[in-house]
């Protein structure tokens, strides 16, 4: 005869525990710190290799140029390169009492990334059990960016972009932790091997309910043929903010600023 | 992860956790009816698992610091990446309702074992612990309860 057990969620009572108290907690203090945030931009694509944090860096200083108060997520925590591309001074991170101050840039761009707190040339490791890591390191990195995202004193910014790496998952994580999902802009070189990892990736945030800003497609004028970023913006409906040449003047990265701001009105 | 007494049908509440030292966690969960306990034993890959989450079974007293999870757990990271040690010399007085507390020489000699990756943040907590609770001097016996209490694995 089965025992007569009832469910998980038929038990209502407090246990003292509150481990669901404590996950919607942290959502909270996420939304917290950034309500002074006009808008979070995940900058992503599904293929690597294609100059997200280089776009990411030349976009960044494009807004700041422009007036606008910036910052800069680097969530690709095995392979930081934002404070290197801003050239950001190493120096200690400060602490407050509930948060650590970003590093500025001699811009005036707000940053915070792994880089920051790494050993050079270590990788990111983490203590724990080595057997059956792949179990819990994805989980410690989404833990990793909610602190970066709740715990760092972002402060009012007209923009904050998250520098994503490769793939979907990144993005997937920032969009469970944001009150709302994140505008995104996309990034691809010309070839049709990028445009059709890219077109996953974009898909992917559309069904999640992203606001796709546009496309950038970097490193034109090179080895790379195609034509990639045009297909795309025809085939989602956005525009083609810049093609991006090997070696970009600051007066490029302004245009991707200002079609980027244009979008995010329209 | 809920606890359910199937002979009274009643939710079975969190009573206290234990942080042996080795990766693994214990933490008992009584009925409130029956007042029979069971014990949670948790392997180092589970307890790690729960703890990436960045939450603690049987909750926590006192607020989560910037960067708990990352500096708790990565392993790499620069040893002067933060500026909260104090230069000086002193320790950590951390906030609370309590007097600031003294720390005993073996507590000190045990935090210099601390990776000062993380050590600035782990004084701040046991100061922390030890004002909320009117604990005029911080000991390892102190350390020990402040652990198991606040579910600090590997601090």
């Known amino acids: 005869m089965p025992l007569n057990i009832r469910t998980y969620h038929e038990l209502t009572e407090p246990d003292r525990s509150g481990l669901a108290g404590q996950i919607a907690a942290q959502r909270r203090r996420v939304a917290a710190r950034l309500a002074g945030v006009g808008r979070v931009v995940a900058v992503m694509s599904g293929k690597g290799g294609v100059g997200k944090s280089f776009v990411t860096a030349g976009l960044a200083r494009a807004l700041a140029r422009g007036g606008g108060a910036t910052g800069v997520l680097d969530a690709d925590f095995n392979g930081p390169t934002i404070p290197a591309l801003l050239h950001l001074p190493v120096a200690r991170c400060t602490l407050h009492d509930d948060a650590i101050e970003p590093a500025v840039s001699p811009e005036g761009i707000r940053c915070f990334s792994m880089a920051l707190l790494l050993q050079d040339g270590r990788p990111l490791g983490f203590r724990g059990p080595e057997s059956e890591s792949h179990v819990w390191r994805e989980t410690l990195e989404a833990a990793t960016l909610r602190e970066f995202l709740a715990d760092v004193a972002w402060g009012a910014l007209d923009r904050l972009l998250v520098d994503l790496p490769p793939g979907i998952q990144r993005f997937q994580e920032l969009a469970d932790l944001l009150p709302a999902p994140p505008a995104v802009l996309t990034v691809t070189i010309p070839t049709a091997e990028s445009r059709d990892a890219v077109r996953r990736a974009m898909q992917f945030a559309r069904e999640r309910g992203a606001d796709l800003l546009g496309v950038v497609e970097n490193m034109v004028d090179g080895p790379f043929a195609g034509d990639a970023g045009e297909a795309l913006a025809g085939e989602f409906r956005v525009p083609l903010l810049a093609r991006i040449p090997w070696h970009p003047s600051p007066d490029v990265w302004d245009g991707v600023a200002r079609r980027m701001q244009r979008a995010s009105w329209e | ?155």
């Open chain 2, 1 to 155: 992860m809920k606890f359910l007494c199937v002979e009274c049908d009643r939710q079975m509440l969190f009573e206290e956790r234990q942080l042996p030292g080795d990766g693994t966690l214990a933490a008992a969960f009584r009925c409130p009816q029956c007042g029979r306990a069971v014990g949670l034993l948790t392997n180092p890959m589970e307890t790690q698992l729960v703890a990436s989450l960045g939450v603690k079974i049987g909750g926590t007293t006192i607020d989560p610091q910037p960067l708990e999870t990352v500096r708790g757990m990565v392993a790499t990271g620069r040893e002067d990446a933060f500026e909260d040690g104090n230069e000086d010399g002193t320790w950590e007085t951390g906030k609370g309702k309590g007097p600031v507390p003294a720390w005993s020489r073996e507590a000190q000699e045990r935090l210099t074992r601390v990776p000062s990756f993380v050590r600035g943040m782990v004084k701040k907590i046991y100061a922390d612990y030890a004002r909320d609770r009117g604990i005029a001097e911080i000991t390892p016996a102190v350390m020990d309860s402040a652990r198991s209490e606040l579910g600090l694995e590997g601090m």
